[in-house]
């Protein structure tokens, strides 16, 4: 196998394993995350997946450009203040340090083996 195929074989597997670990949760199930500050608020204009894919590839370019389009946000008080009065609830995958999560409208429905 090529310096390339075998990339390519590693990053569908990690899609593969971040599909599989992608879930729903609701924010007291955060909390404990906001208290250590690890939680990233990703715009649901972005693919949660590739995002967690941009963090593993150490793509700096990419998310710091989220970041100034505020598009990829560190979670804040105003933020946790938020959704605990809403009860607000997420589609969340951890790439570590950073658990990132999309809040949940009540009219998407996440797609299964996407």
């Known amino acids: 196998m090529t310096d390339d195929s075998q990339h390519q074989a590693n990053e569908e597997t990690l899609r593969e394993r971040l599909q599989k670990e992608r879930g729903p ?3 007291l199930e955060l909390q404990k995350f906001f208290a250590k500050g690890v939680i ?3 715009d649901e204009t ?3 997946i590739a995002v967690a894919e941009k963090i ?3 793509d700096t370019a990419c998310i710091e450009g989220w970041i100034n389009d505020k598009l990829v946000v ?6 946790a203040k938020k959704w605990l009065s809403e009860k607000t609830c997420f ?5 570590m340090p950073w658990v990132l999560v999309q809040e949940k409208s009540v009219n998407t429905k996440r797609k299964d083996n996407d």
């Open 25 to 27: 949760i609701d924010y």
């Open 40 to 42: 990233l608020l990703i």
């Open 46 to 48: 972005l693919d949660l």
């Open 56 to 58: 593993h590839a150490d």
């Open 74 to 79: 560190r979670a804040h008080d105003e933020h």
């Open 91 to 95: 589609e969340a995958v951890t790439m």
